[in-house]
């Protein structure tokens, strides 16, 4: 396990846009976790006098409506972004991968519920149940965040139940239980590590899902309740700004692009060397 | 000489399309202290069902019917889960017949071994660690310290095997159930598993369960041997017995289906005629019949009971 960290990250290994996408990832990471050091100006700074001002050397994207520098906003949105995406993923790792665990595990009467439950939680569009909840729970960004969560558990449940329903029949199952193995120990230390492979890559691309359902939801004005920046909520404004500044409506969409594709690009490098590795 | 385990009556039935297969029908044996005890049938005879039934570890949709296995005096068919695990691992242990794909693979050999030790012994981590080297020191692990620390694709079939019996024999269990434990591994590394299994056995005066389908192998090692078809015993006797005077047709075949050194070159080996049956439909009567060379008119309709011949012996055939 120790190991398993240099073998991902190995660039010897990558191919062209699997570095590329480590390497915009990477930018994004330091974008969230120190925005002072990589925006120019605060993001929440108005200087109405010089709104809507072309891009420029102190403003590298232009300003917004209220002056602020486009630049600095995407960069704190990035923070807004990824950690938003960060709380959903752990969310969603936390009582997806639990319940698949215990259901593709435990089977019978309780995997039946589980399941049908998760049927149900599917057969909506996530961005659908998103709106809906974030009426009811009210509009703060923790809520934002377990929202977004809640949506993507049915797929993290999915692989775990179905990666453990393939695990449990395996020799090594029946070795550890006829060494004296309880349940609980076989399923988090026995099944578990096995799945954990599946699991990490869905993780990455449930991330990039909460990604685009955050700035859907800003979008639509129910995401992080503003003056928090945001890429949704500022494709949104830009958007009525298109005549006169056509770049603010387009970069916010270029930083979501980016940091999308780029963790497609890295959920398929690590698909790729984890069946190089399972084989 | 004390009574280890006792197994009564054992039946263990799998549903499939709704259709009930007994893979082990009704069979009763017992086994004391540090006997050895060989089980040999073909493949398909119910051998690994009835030896996991002793730990239940039979998987869905396989059922124990009715039986009981008295381990010391207690039935670990009316035991609960938890108290089972208590005697999984501690009392009796299995070797698997595949090493590789008995050991976790994202878990270190060692870590599988200080597990099971921490778990019944309720050693710490450290003095589970030197116990775990020590073992694999036992069962001839070179450089046990740096194996400790593989994974199980790092060893080899040989390896793994030792390391899955280190498991085995971790605890010092009452009884070890071998369930063909050198059929996946090459001749030369089969012969030093088999000696290094009976070494541990009569190291530690434990109780041993061997199955295998080679009866060659079996005559070995064993003090007893059942032999299995279809699911049920057809002959039970002290091994040397077995060998020298099979009584069960089946039996006869068996060992005369072995080379022997006066066997002459380019002579083709015996074999037993036909297959073994389809447990969805066992041949009326005797299973063994329609491959039988002494069948008789009452094999066909009738199924023969398990007879004693003599004082040791059983069989199960109209012959007797």
Same mark, same amino acid.
């Given at each position: 396990?120790?190991?398993?960290?240099?073998?991902?990250?190995?660039?010897?290994?990558?191919?062209?846009?699997?570095?590329?996408?480590?390497?915009?990832?990477?930018?994004?990471?330091?974008?969230?976790?120190?925005?002072?050091?990589?925006?120019?100006?605060?993001?929440?700074?108005?200087?109405?006098?010089?709104?809507?001002?072309?891009?420029?050397?102190?403003?590298?994207?232009?300003?917004?409506?209220?002056?602020?520098?486009?630049?600095?906003?995407?960069?704190?949105?990035?923070?807004?972004?990824?950690?938003?995406?960060?709380?959903?993923?752990?969310?969603?790792?936390?009582?997806?991968? #639990?319940?698949?665990?215990? #259901?593709?595990?435990?089977?019978?009467?309780?995997?039946?519920?589980?399941?049908?439950?998760?049927?149900?939680?599917?057969?909506?569009?996530?961005?659908?149940?998103?709106? *809906?909840?974030?009426?009811?729970?009210?509009?703060?960004?923790?809520?934002?965040?377990?929202?977004?969560?809640?949506?993507?558990?049915?797929?993290?449940?999915?692989?775990?139940?179905?990666?453990?329903?393939?695990?449990?029949?395996?020799?090594?199952?029946?070795?550890?239980? #006829?060494?004296?193995?309880?349940?609980?120990?076989?399923?988090?230390?026995?099944?578990?590590?096995?799945?954990?492979? &599946?699991?990490?890559?869905?993780?990455?691309?449930?991330?990039?899902?909460?990604?685009?359902?955050?700035?859907?939801?800003?979008?639509?004005?129910?995401?992080?309740?503003?003056?928090?920046?945001?890429?949704?909520?500022?494709?949104?404004?830009?958007?009525?700004?298109?005549?006169?500044?056509?770049?603010?409506?387009?970069?916010?969409?270029?930083?979501?692009?980016?940091?999308?594709?780029?963790?497609?690009?890295?959920?398929?490098?690590?698909?790729?060397?984890?069946?190089?590795?399972?084989? | 000489?004390?009574?280890?385990?006792?197994?009564?009556?054992? !039946?263990?039935?799998?549903?499939?399309?709704?259709?009930?297969?007994?893979?082990?029908?009704?069979? #009763?044996?017992?086994?004391?202290?540090?006997?050895?005890?060989?089980?040999?049938?073909?493949?398909?005879?119910?051998?690994?069902?009835?030896?996991?039934?002793?730990?239940?570890?039979?998987?869905?949709?396989?059922?124990?019917?009715?039986?009981?296995?008295?381990?010391?005096?207690?039935?670990?068919?009316?035991?609960? &889960?938890?108290?089972?695990?208590?005697?999984?691992? !501690?009392?009796?242990?299995?070797?698997?017949?595949?090493?590789?794909?008995?050991?976790?693979?994202?878990?270190?050999?060692?870590?599988?071994?200080?597990?099971?030790?921490?778990?019944?012994?309720?050693?710490?981590? !450290?003095?589970?660690? &030197?116990?775990?080297?020590?073992?694999?020191?036992?069962?001839?692990?070179?450089?046990?310290?740096?194996?400790?620390?593989?994974?199980?694709?790092?060893?080899?079939?040989?390896?793994?095997?030792?390391?899955?019996?280190?498991?085995?024999? *971790?605890?010092?269990? !009452?009884?070890?159930?071998?369930?063909?434990?050198?059929?996946?591994?090459?001749?030369?590394?089969?012969?030093?598993?088999?000696?290094?299994?009976?070494?541990?056995?009569?190291?530690?005066?434990?109780?041993?369960?061997?199955?295998?389908?080679?009866?060659?192998?079996?005559?070995?090692?064993?003090?007893?041997?059942?032999?299995?078809?279809?699911?049920?015993?057809?002959? &039970?006797?002290?091994?040397?017995?077995?060998?020298?005077?099979?009584?069960?047709?089946?039996?006869?075949?068996?060992?005369?289906?072995?080379?022997?050194?006066?066997?002459?070159?380019?002579?083709?080996?015996?074999?037993?005629?036909?297959?073994?049956?389809?447990?969805?439909?066992?041949?009326?009567?005797?299973?063994?019949?329609?491959?039988?060379?002494?069948?008789?008119?009452?094999?066909?309709?009738?199924?023969?009971?398990?007879?004693?011949?003599?004082?040791?012996?059983?069989?199960?055939?109209?012959?007797?």
């Amino acid at each position: 396990m120790q190991n398993i960290f240099i073998k991902y990250l190995n660039y010897k290994n990558m191919q062209l846009t699997e570095k590329i996408g480590f390497l915009v990832l990477f930018i994004f990471l330091l974008m969230t976790l120190f925005p002072n050091f990589v925006a120019t100006h605060d993001p929440l700074e108005q200087d109405i006098i010089s709104r809507l001002q072309n891009p420029s050397l102190n403003n590298i994207f232009g300003t917004d409506e209220l002056g602020r520098d486009i630049y600095s906003r995407c960069v704190y949105g990035a923070n807004t972004s990824v950690s938003t995406a960060f709380i959903a993923v752990l969310f969603a790792l936390i009582v997806g991968v #639990s319940t698949g665990l215990f #259901s593709g595990y435990s089977g019978g009467i309780i995997d039946e519920f589980l399941s049908r439950f998760n049927d149900i939680l599917f057969s909506f569009p996530g961005i659908i149940i998103a709106m *809906a909840l974030i009426a009811v729970t009210g509009q703060n960004a923790i809520s934002v965040a377990l929202v977004i969560g809640l949506v993507d558990t049915p797929i993290i449940f999915r692989v775990t139940r179905a990666v453990s329903l393939q695990i449990k029949v395996l020799p090594y199952v029946d070795a550890v239980k #006829s060494a004296g193995a309880s349940k609980y120990y076989i399923m988090l230390k026995t099944v578990l590590p096995n799945c954990s492979n &599946e699991i990490f890559v869905q993780a990455l691309l449930i991330a990039t899902r909460a990604i685009i359902i955050e700035s859907s939801l800003s979008f639509l004005g129910l995401g992080i309740p503003p003056p928090s920046p945001s890429w949704g909520s500022m494709l949104s404004i830009g958007r009525s700004y298109l005549y006169r500044m056509v770049w603010y409506g387009i970069i916010p969409g270029i930083f979501i692009m980016m940091l999308v594709i780029s963790l497609q690009f890295v959920s398929r490098y690590i698909q790729r060397i984890s069946k190089y590795s399972n084989s | 000489m004390n009574l280890l385990l006792e197994v009564k009556n054992l !039946k263990t039935q799998f549903i499939v399309q709704q259709k009930t297969i007994n893979a082990v029908n009704d069979i #009763s044996f017992s086994l004391y202290n540090n006997e050895v005890l060989g089980i040999v049938g073909e493949s398909g005879s119910g051998k690994s069902v009835t030896v996991r039934s002793i730990l239940r570890i039979i998987n869905y949709p396989g059922k124990i019917v009715h039986g009981n296995i008295l381990f010391r005096g207690a039935d670990l068919l009316s035991l609960n &889960e938890k108290d089972l695990s208590l005697i999984r691992g !501690k009392e009796i242990s299995m070797i698997f017949q595949e090493p590789s794909a008995a050991l976790n693979p994202v878990i270190t050999v060692g870590e599988q071994i200080s597990e099971v030790l921490k778990q019944h012994i309720k050693l710490n981590k !450290k003095q589970a660690k &030197e116990e775990a080297i020590k073992i694999l020191k036992d069962v001839g692990i070179p450089a046990p310290e740096r194996r400790y620390h593989d994974y199980p694709h790092q060893l080899s079939g040989g390896m793994q095997q030792r390391c899955v019996i280190s498991i085995a024999l *971790a605890c010092k269990p !009452k009884l070890l159930i071998a369930d063909e434990p050198t059929t996946s591994l090459d001749v030369t590394i089969q012969a030093q598993i088999l000696s290094l299994i009976v070494d541990m056995v009569k190291r530690l005066k434990i109780g041993l369960i061997f199955i295998t389908h080679d009866i060659g192998v079996v005559s070995q090692i064993a003090d007893k041997i059942i032999v299995m078809y279809a699911g049920k015993i057809v002959e &039970e006797g002290p091994t040397s017995q077995i060998i020298d005077n099979p009584k069960h047709p089946y039996t006869i075949e068996l060992l005369d289906s072995l080379p022997t050194l006066s066997t002459k070159k380019g002579v083709k080996l015996k074999e037993i005629k036909g297959q073994v049956p389809d447990l969805f439909n066992l041949p009326s009567g005797c299973s063994f019949h329609p491959r039988c060379s002494q069948v008789k008119k009452i094999c066909i309709n009738n199924i023969p009971n398990l007879k004693k011949i003599n004082n040791k012996r059983y069989a199960s055939c109209f012959l007797y």
